[in-house]
Structures are given as structure tokens and as C-alpha cells.
């Protein structure tokens, strides 16, 4: 089945201690991206790849890191968690070149509570 | 820059009727519009997609979305909603400039409430 797999799901922690959010997709797409759904804000993106080791910021980028060292995962990191950065994350990917019309595929979500 | 712009934060509407939920967009050239779905606890779906041709596009679950190029306007719509419906509505847009990949923005999202 094709599918974005996030983990963790659920996650409080508290600040300062570096967490990492998990993603994989199995659709052997080129283009992965993370954001963030925060109320009343919609979907902002945090970074996007598209393709491996080629990494760029999206609009909010303070505070997180991104790797992508094979093509199927592009895991998210906060170094330094704060209360600001509680809110929903997801992952998506798609195609890019000629098949690429933006259609995305995205995870399930993490919700990510900073204490 | 561009934008998309969901006028409504909630649409209610009785079941059995019809449904609308706006959207409104600005891009500097040929845009590529999407519509995507929200259930609770879950990830967003990709419902429907206007790339060019013909202004009335269907798509997954009885929906379908109007292109007008005049108005910049993408509207979703279903002729008779159903409860099942009840979920948070994002549009989407892109660029359709073909110079590689091209950043997708999202409205603010519109939650459909369908009443029984």
C-alpha cells in the first residue's frame, strides 16, 4: 500500500530535550516535505527536499532541522523544543519533472505537545 | 507571491442539500488548484485537481470544484452533502510554471459541518 508513515503519533515532552519526528514513504517520490497545521493558520511549511541531501527552508524554519540521506525518509528534528513548537506536524511527498502536477501525499500527523 | 484565500472558517449546511465551500486564489501564472480533506485525527486526502481544460472538475466522493479564471475562484461543491461529509476542506494552489518543482500554498481551511 502506498503510504507517508510518521512516527511518533503522540509526543509531550518537555523543553529543551531534542526529539526527532520519523518520516518514510514507500512511493519512491522525489519531493518530501514537513508542516505544521496550527488553528486559524492552516498548513505552513517548515522544510522541504527535493531529493536526497538537497534540503531547503520553507516559511518557518527557526527551530527545526531536516536530513535527507535516502530517498525514502526525511526525518524532522528540534533541538531545542519549545512551548511554541506544540502544535500538529505532517509529512508529505510527490512526484517531481514531468508527473509532478503538486499532487501531495500526506502522513497521518504528529501531534507534538512542548511542556 | 501567491495565496489562497477560504473566506468561511465553517460551513453548515443541512444533509441531503447542496454544498458549497469557497476559495479564492492569486498567482502570478497558470495556477494548478487542489482541493484536499481533513478527517479528525487524520492526515490530509487529496480530493480533486484543476491542471487545464475543462472548468468542472469531479473528483473522489460526489465532489466537484468550478475553475473561473475571471473570479480566480476554485469553489467546491456536492449536489447533496451527507453527514459522512463533516471534516475540514483545504485548497490549495501552485505556480503551473513547469521550472521544476513549485511550492504549494494552503488556505486557512474550511470546516464543513453537515446537519441531519
Known amino acids: 500500500e502506498a503510504q507517508v508513515t510518521q512516527n511518533p503519533r503522540y509526543l509531550i515532552t518537555v523543553t529543551g530535550k531534542k526529539l526527532t519526528v520519523t518520516c518514510s514513504q514507500n512511493?519512491?517520490?522525489?519531493?518530501m516535505s514537513w508542516y505544521r497545521q496550527d488553528p486559524g493558520l492552516g498548513l505552513r511549511q517548515i522544510y522541504y527536499?527535493?531529493?536526497?541531501?538537497?534540503?531547503d527552508k520553507g516559511d518557518v524554519p527557526e527551530g527545526y532541522k531536516v536530513s535527507r540521506k535516502e530517498k525514502r525518509n526525511f526525518p524532522l528534528i528540534l533541538e531545542s523544543p519549545s512551548p511554541n513548537q506544540t502544535s500538529l506536524y505532517f509529512c508529505?511527498?510527490?512526484?517531481?519533472?514531468?508527473?509532478?502536477?503538486?499532487?501531495?501525499?500526506f502522513g497521518e500527523g504528529s501531534r507534538l505537545t512542548v511542556l | 507571491a501567491q495565496s489562497v484565500a477560504q473566506p468561511e472558517d465553517q460551513v453548515n449546511v443541512a444533509e441531503g442539500n447542496p454544498l458549497t465551500v469557497k476559495c479564492t486564489y492569486s498567482v502570478s501564472g497558470n495556477p494548478y488548484l487542489f482541493w484536499y480533506v481533513q478527517y479528525p485525527n487524520r492526515g490530509l486526502q487529496f480530493l480533486l485537481k484543476?491542471?487545464?481544460?475543462?472548468?468542472l472538475v469531479k473528483g473522489s466522493y460526489g465532489f466537484e470544484a468550478e475553475f473561473n479564471k475571471s473570479q480566480t475562484s476554485f469553489h467546491l461543491k456536492k449536489p447533496s452533502a451527507l453527514v459522512s461529509d463533516s471534516a475540514l476542506y483545504f485548497c490549495?494552489?501552485?505556480?503551473?510554471?513547469?521550472?521544476?518543482?513549485?511550492?504549494?500554498?494552503f488556505g486557512t481551511g474550511t470546516k464543513l459541518q453537515v446537519i441531519p
Open positions: 508529505a511527498s510527490s512526484l517531481l519533472g514531468g508527473a509532478n502536477t503538486g499532487e501531495l501525499f
Open positions: 484543476y491542471i487545464t481544460g475543462d472548468n
Open positions: 512511493m519512491n517520490h522525489e519531493y
Open positions: 490549495a494552489v501552485r505556480d503551473g510554471w513547469d521550472g521544476g518543482y513549485q511550492k504549494v500554498t
Open positions: 527536499s527535493m531529493n536526497v541531501e538537497v534540503t
